[in-house]
């Protein structure tokens, strides 16, 4: 039994999904790129198109990791004063290039799981928002261990309705080497979990790719993006990572209605 039915009679509900701001302290540049750029853009272009009184107000937007340059607390008190202009609430994920407790120091209000990592179950009118922490310290793939995942199973097994999926680290090989390598390491453990619910699993939203796609896990809907820091090439031959600028910062705004789930993504041409 799922909630579709009184779903469907429901308006659309609309959140943003951001990912990999990066965001150096001030002053900072990664790579010769000024990553606060592209968020500042967006975060501008978010306050004048889905803001309360708009055609699509953003009911809350969820940021998938890679929220500084290199986890310094500098670049976490930047966030928070920039997230300040967002017209919504931001849920805050952790992904490769965080640190837990620096992130911790800075938004204290965020909620944790009882072993302390960022998860987070947020019930919205597009369904239950589940946020998983992937960090793992030092290390460039995600996890999710036993503990992380019990959590998981828990949320999942209190509600029997529609079920949206957050995390940093993509469950599925994309194609790109060395991307691939640095993706979640966890994925049979996490199937495992999500199997007995699979036909209540909307939508996954990963970020860590720093490329725009779409597709499906396992049968999952999936979908990522750029992001506001800069994007990785798409290159299936090479087993570095290579990052450019040339594609523009982006967003993505989400509209729930019924059962369907559209993802459409804004491009910001002018944010560098
Ligand atoms: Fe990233
Ligand atoms: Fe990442």
């Known amino acids: 039994m799922t909630r579709e039915p009184s779903l469907a009679a429901m308006p659309p509900f609309h959140f943003l ?9 001030p002053g900072g540049t990664l790579r010769g ?8 853009a967006a975060i501008a272009d978010i306050a004048r198109r889905h803001g309360p009184e708009s055609a699509a107000p953003a009911g809350f937007a969820v940021v998938t990791g890679d929220l500084v340059r290199e986890g310094e607390p500098a670049g976490y008190a930047r966030l928070r004063e920039m997230l300040a202009g967002l017209p919504c609430p931001a849920h805050l994920l952790l992904g490769n290039h965080d640190n837990r407790a620096a992130f911790r120091a800075a938004f204290p209000e965020a909620p944790l799981d009882p072993g302390g ?3 987070q179950a947020l019930d919205s009118p597009a369904g239950r928002c589940l946020m998983l922490d ?5 290390r460039p793939e995600g996890r999710l261990c036993a503990a992380r995942l019990d959590w998981l199973a828990a949320r999942l097994a209190e509600d029997a309705g529609p079920v949206l999926l957050f995390l940093h680290h993509p ?7 060395g991307m691939d390598r640095a993706a979640l390491q966890d994925t049979a453990a996490f199937w495992d979990v999500l199997a007995p619910h699979r036909a209540r699993i909307r939508h996954l939203f990963h970020g860590h790719l720093h490329r725009p796609i779409a597709g499906s896990w396992r049968g999952i809907p999936v979908s990522s993006l750029r992001g506001t820091a800069f994007e990785v090439a798409l290159d299936a031959a090479s087993d570095a990572i290579e990052v450019t600028a040339q594609e523009p910062p982006c ?3 989400v509209r729930a209605l019924g059962q ?5 993504t804004r491009a910001l041409p002018d944010a560098t």
């Open 251 to 253: 967003y993505s705004l």
């Open 33 to 40: 790129l000024d990553p606060a750029l592209g968020l500042a």
């Open 171 to 177: 469950p599925l090989p994309v194609g790109m080497p």
């Open 117 to 119: 990592f960022v998860q």
């Open 260 to 264: 369907d789930l559209v993802v459409h």
């Open 134 to 138: 992937t960090h793992a310290p030092g």
């Open 17 to 25: 999904h951001l990912t990999d701001p990066h965001l150096p302290p």
